[in-house]
């Protein structure tokens, strides 16, 4: 009996060839039909149901069969990331040398906790890249993880370790006060997360205030973090965004800098979508202090069009993330001097062992690009945002509700009358049912915004028309069928 013929997985080099190329061809039908199809199609709730109903067959399927039902049933009720106009979420469309890699590299299934694996070698060399991009000093690494949640949360667990030190041991016990963490209020809810995740409580978290342009109020911070000081807090970090969710505009990192060592607070960069604007010149003052980041939380599935799942956490110093996860069983302690053993165990410096070959579609991708590829890649985007807030600003029936420093717009339509926030966000599911872009949705200042994100090599200054054409359309078409 061959091994086919017993259920198991293995396939001849030829017909493994020939499954690659079936499904080669899934996907080719669908990258073809991306650019200009629906940016959203909801799956029908009869197949919704039929799939949770599924049980577990007793017989396995042919591969063929499985990758046609693939076809049919799932892939056309996508999510449209790679529609020109794919602006909702802040996830680019994949480059497709990261495509390929991510299938050899899948193909491998190189665990990268450790060992003298040259995907730890990539691994390494990938995240100094990162960290010479953002602006970060020699010396400074870190690692890869599935996004920006992750990335936040284990440089946060760094920072635990680094200012309340014995807390991985002792617990919260060690503490000698409320330890306290700052954020802004347009800071990411994985910060949120994080800060529960890590012990510390939601109270644990001072959201502080933003300026007009929708910034940490550098001012209310110092005041904040002093006066829990003095009420017997014991501040320990201050997170800064560089390239908030809502509106794209980074915080003044140099002077909330100056307010993390003044009391000898770690400093923290959410960076997950525009801390690579640093490698920008024009934006250089923007980012000046991010240098002086303790960590930053970086995603390179975000706006370097890396494919999913690609987070990395970068720190100064490295050694802050093994006091706090290093860790290895008895079977994998290996002789300093033994042929398996590498320069760096990659799963001491967060908290997973198992660890996927996430950096070899990193790599490829940013091999494919190279550094001035991507200059010109993220002022395209910035171009484009910009322009649908240009014509948003001279559209009698939009307003701009919020300036970017990046890649973001914050537009919404003025009806005759009524709650302008319910029209909206009315009009925002219409946007959705429509399928011509998508957008999400956000309250700034109390008014609710139609959001976009471009972080989209497909977009061009005409999808800005498009965007204002298909919101004025469809608004005044709401307006017109409004009792």
Same mark, same amino acid.
């Given at each position: ?12 080099? /030829?017909?493994? %060839? =020939?499954?690659?190329? #079936?499904?080669?061809? @899934?996907?080719? +039908?669908? $990258? ?36 046609? /039902?693939?076809? %049919? =049933?799932?892939?056309? #009720?996508?999510?449209? @990331?790679?529609? +020109?106009? $794919? ?40 995240? =100094? ?355």
């Amino acid at each position: 009996m061959t091994a086919s013929q017993r259920g198991v997985p293995d396939l001849d080099p /030829r017909d493994f %060839r =020939d499954l690659l190329r #079936y499904a080669a061809d @899934v996907a080719m +039908r669908h $990258w073809e039909r991306l650019p200009d199809g629906a940016a959203y199609v909801r799956p029908p709730d009869a197949l919704v149901a039929a799939v949770r109903a599924q049980p577990l067959p007793a017989r396995g399927m042919s591969s063929r069969e499985i990758l046609d /039902r693939i076809e %049919r =049933d799932f892939v056309p #009720y996508r999510l449209g @990331v790679g529609q +020109r106009r $794919w602006w909702g979420f802040i996830n680019s469309p994949p480059h497709p040398v990261g495509i390929a890699a991510d299938l050899i590299a899948t193909t491998l299934k190189n665990n990268c906790a450790g060992t003298s694996q040259i995907a730890v070698t990539v691994e390494l060399t990938v995240m =100094d890249w990162l960290a010479r991009l953002v602006g970060l000093p020699a010396g400074s690494n870190g690692l890869l993880v599935s996004g920006g949640s992750m990335a936040n949360l284990v440089a946060l667990a760094a920072c635990r370790e680094a200012k309340l030190p014995g807390t991985r041991r002792r617990g919260l016990r060690s503490a000698t006060g409320q330890p306290t963490v700052y954020a802004s209020t347009e800071a990411h809810s994985c910060i949120v997360r994080a800060v529960e995740l890590l012990g510390l409580g939601t109270e644990a978290l001072r959201l502080v205030p933003v300026d007009g342009e929708y910034r940490m109020d550098v001012r209310a911070l110092r005041e904040t973090v002093a006066a829990d000081r003095a009420a017997g807090l014991e501040p320990i970090c201050i997170v800064a965004s560089a390239g908030t969710v809502n509106t794209g505009v980074v915080d003044p990192l140099n002077a909330a800098a100056d307010v993390a060592r003044e009391y000898g607070c770690w400093f923290h960069v959410d960076g997950a979508y525009g801390a690579v604007g640093a490698a920008l010149p024009e934006l250089a003052g923007l980012y000046r202090g991010i240098e002086r980041a303790d960590s930053v939380a970086l995603d390179p599935h975000k706006w370097l069009y890396v494919p999913y799942e690609a987070g990395a956490t970068l720190v100064r110093d490295p050694a802050t993330l093994r006091a706090m996860f290093a860790h290895r069983a008895e079977y994998l302690a290996l002789e300093q001097d033994s042929y398996l053993e590498g320069p760096v165990w990659i799963s001491d410096l967060g908290p997973q062992l198992t660890r996927e070959f996430r950096a070899l579609k990193v790599w490829a991708v940013m091999q494919a690009v190279g550094l001035e590829g991507y200059r010109e890649l993220w002022r395209s985007d910035i171009a484009v945002a910009r322009e649908v807030a240009r014509r948003a600003r001279e559209h009698p029936k939009l307003e701009v509700v919020a300036a970017t420093d990046l890649s973001c717009f914050c537009v919404r339509y003025m009806p005759r009358g009524g709650d302008v926030n319910a029209f909206n966000r009315t009009l925002l599911d219409h946007t959705h049912r429509d399928g011509r872009m998508f957008i999400s949705g956000t309250t700034l200042g109390g008014k609710f915004a139609l959001r976009g994100c471009v972080t989209n090599y497909r977009s061009g200054l005409e999808d800005a028309q498009i965007c204002i054409d298909t919101i004025v359309e469809l608004g005044e078409r709401l307006e017109r069928e409004s009792p």
